[in-house]
Each structure stands twice: as structure tokens, then as C-alpha cells.
């Protein structure tokens, strides 16, 4: 499972550059330098229970103010990638399944590149991991299926936000 966060915590930072032209790199990464936080995941397919599970549990972090994967790129072209994705622990109650925010998490430097369509993120052990991403605003769209997380890594889209 550990495997799987820090993968997405790779595919998350490829999606953000691709580019040789380090100048170029440096501009279009511009408008992807900040703190980005997973908000919410959008399965293709609306009826996959997994997906939807993994979904929910987003969301219901998300609404208590818990960001279980944020990724902070910086003007130098490095990333920090926070992931409590591995910590996740769903609890069956009376009334339902609840799930407490982690308080453990896994943290990663690396470098990255964008090219305004395409991040590229090269980990500590220089593997590289390109991701689909487009920005608009506060908000970035992220291919899952180029994230590689559990439960969050089928066909649809994982929305990070502005933080």
C-alpha cells in the first residue's frame, strides 16, 4: 500500500512538466507552483463500487479539513509530495464506516518538470513518472489511471486544489 501512495505521489508530480527547455520549463510550470491538495476523485465509470468507496473516503476527509495527498511544487523546480494514503484506516460502525484523519504520513522530495499538459516527476532514485494534468485556476485535474494509488487509480480524474 505504501508502494501505491508513493506512486501516486510520483504520477501526481509528472503531470506537471515534460519539457527540455529548462527556461520553458521554469514559465510553464508557473501556473503549477503552489501547495495542491486531493480533494475529490471522479471514476469514469459511476457505478464502481471500489471506485466510489475510495471516492467517499476522500470526500468525507476532505469535508473535516484532512488533505490525505498534497503536493508542493516550488519555483526550483522541486516537490514535496505529503502522502497519509497508506495510513487510511476505514472503521465499521452501527451506523456506517467512518474513517479518522491519519496522523502518519509519508514524505518525498523530488524533482519535477511541466510542460503545461504533462507533469514529470523524477523521484530520489531517478525513476521517472509522467502524469496527464490540466490547471484552470485553483484547480488541477489529474489522470488517476497515471497516478497508480489504491482505490483511486482506475479510469477517471483526481481534483487537487489550491491550497
Same mark, same amino acid.
Given at each position: 500500500?505504501?508502494?501505491? /501512495? ?8 509528472? #503531470? ?9 520549463? @521554469?514559465? *510553464?510550470?508557473?501556473?503549477?507552483? *503552489? ?14 463500487? !471500489?471506485?466510489?468507496? *475510495?471516492?467517499?473516503? #476522500?470526500? $468525507? ?7 490525505? /495527498?498534497?503536493?508542493?511544487? $516550488? %519555483?526550483? /523546480?522541486?516537490? +514535496? ?44 532514485? *531517478?525513476? !521517472? ?9 485553483? +484547480? ?6 497515471? #497516478? ?9 480524474? @483526481?481534483?487537487?486544489?489550491? %491550497?
Amino acid at each position: 500500500m505504501k508502494h501505491n /501512495l508513493f506512486l501516486l505521489c510520483i504520477a501526481a508530480t509528472l #503531470l506537471f512538466s515534460c519539457s527540455k527547455d529548462e527556461e520553458n520549463n @521554469v514559465d *510553464g510550470a508557473s501556473a503549477i507552483i *503552489g501547495a495542491w491538495r486531493a480533494t475529490e476523485f471522479q471514476a469514469a465509470d459511476p457505478n464502481s463500487a !471500489t471506485l466510489n468507496f *475510495g471516492a467517499e473516503i #476522500l470526500a $468525507n476527509l476532505t469535508a473535516e479539513e484532512c488533505y490525505i /495527498l498534497t503536493f508542493a511544487f $516550488n %519555483a526550483d /523546480l522541486t516537490v +514535496v509530495v505529503e502522502n497519509a494514503i497508506n495510513y487510511v484506516v476505514p472503521n465499521a460502525t452501527a451506523t456506517g464506516i467512518s474513517v479518522d484523519c491519519p496522523t502518519e504520513k509519508d514524505t518525498e522530495s523530488s524533482t519535477y518538470t511541466y510542460d503545461g499538459s504533462v507533469l514529470t516527476i523524477i523521484d530520489q532514485d *531517478g525513476v !521517472t513518472q509522467s502524469i496527464k494534468v490540466t490547471i484552470s485556476g485553483d +484547480v488541477m485535474t489529474v489522470d488517476a489511471t497515471d #497516478l497508480d494509488v489504491n482505490n483511486l487509480d482506475a479510469a477517471g480524474s @483526481v481534483i487537487f486544489r489550491k %491550497a
